[in-house]
């Protein structure tokens, strides 16, 4: 007589199953990055759901907008009045010392400045991880935005996007204890790296030596080492300077000078390496020395021939 329901695999089997599959999809995932195209459809398809849970919070602060009283309003207006003043003053000087800069520059034949490019984003969600430092931007590859690209706010740095979906991107806080970022004290030059910790107001410097010149209140700024993240933005303040007996290297705390749990707008930052300018300038040497050649012309005997060009002969 046959069974009426045929049994199945136990469920210990379908565990081990199910267990050994998910290693092999996170080691796949992390050595050839092969299910980034499956995370960049679930994004798209989670964001409308993610868009609709912040929505509450989004009509929270338009309502405080709506109905903020006059003598408020005011008060907000004139404070603005104030720092647009204050800003127009800092912006001329500002411009002063860039125009003097673009004439050493020229006076030095210096190559220019990497630029940077940048759009603001709006955070929409951060990860209840308490083990991540991650947040999930509106912006997405929609906008050209790339994985690795820096994100920063009014402050300093914040972090850098790991993931990339059309309509949204996840970014890792400098804070995340498996994030690095190459450092320099502003006050002496002095390269180092900044180890997340876990937590949101503490970095780590690591590998110092005891006799090494750092002080609490040292300001750490973006070296451009890399390539990631670009030169000489602001990104933590020394807090804690310990050199233990016994112990190879001191122990250095920081605290990031971003808002990072304040923030609710970033700007994504885009460098603008100027390889054609440079390609340019090379290539007008180059189309200098064939003229000149054009113009070497032999009358007769090579000893009196006469010689145009620019090099010692």
Do not use: C
């Not at 299910?35 to 929270?60: G, K, M, N």
């Not at 690095?180 to 002095?190: E, F, H």
């Not at 005997?301 to 060009?309: L, T």
């Amino acid at each position: 007589m046959q069974p009426l329901f045929s049994r199945g695999p136990s469920a210990t089997f379908r565990m081990v199953v199910l267990l050994i599959a998910s290693i092999a999809l996170m080691t796949a995932d992390h050595r050839w990055h092969s299910l980034e195209l499956a995370r960049s459809a679930l994004s798209s398809v989670i964001y409308p759901l993610q868009y609709t849970i912040d929505l509450p919070i989004r009509l929270y602060y338009w309502s405080e907008e709506v109905f903020s009283s006059q003598e408020a309003l005011l008060e907000k207006n004139r404070e603005f009045e104030a720092r647009h003043l204050e800003n127009r003053v800092q912006l001329q000087k500002l411009d002063i010392i860039e125009k003097e800069n673009a004439r050493l520059r020229k006076l030095l034949s210096a190559t220019p400045k990497i630029t940077e490019r940048l759009l603001i984003a709006e955070i929409i969600n951060v990860d209840v991880d308490p083990f991540r430092q991650l947040i999930l931007l509106n912006k997405g590859s929609n906008n050209e935005v790339y994985q690795g690209q820096p994100i920063i706010d009014a402050q300093g740095i914040m972090g850098q996007v790991i993931h990339v979906g059309p309509l949204s991107s996840t970014a890792m806080l400098i804070t995340d204890a498996s994030h690095a970022l190459p450092v320099q004290i502003d006050r002496t030059g002095l390269r180092a790296n900044a180890f997340g910790t876990g937590k949101i107001s503490q970095l780590d410097l690591r590998h110092l030596t005891h006799n090494v010149d750092i002080r609490v209140g040292d300001t750490l700024i973006t070296s451009g080492l890399g390539g990631v993240f670009p030169p000489n933005y602001p990104v933590a303040r020394i807090t804690k300077v310990e050199r233990p007996a016994g112990e190879p290297f001191a122990h250095v705390e920081a605290e990031p000078l971003a808002q990072l749990d304040k923030t609710r707008e970033v700007l994504l930052v885009w460098r603008n390496n100027p390889e054609k300018k440079s390609k340019q300038n090379t290539s007008e040497p180059d189309k200098k020395s064939t003229d000149n050649k054009k113009l070497k012309t032999t009358t007769g005997d090579d000893k009196k021939a006469p010689v145009q060009s620019d090099s010692d002969e």
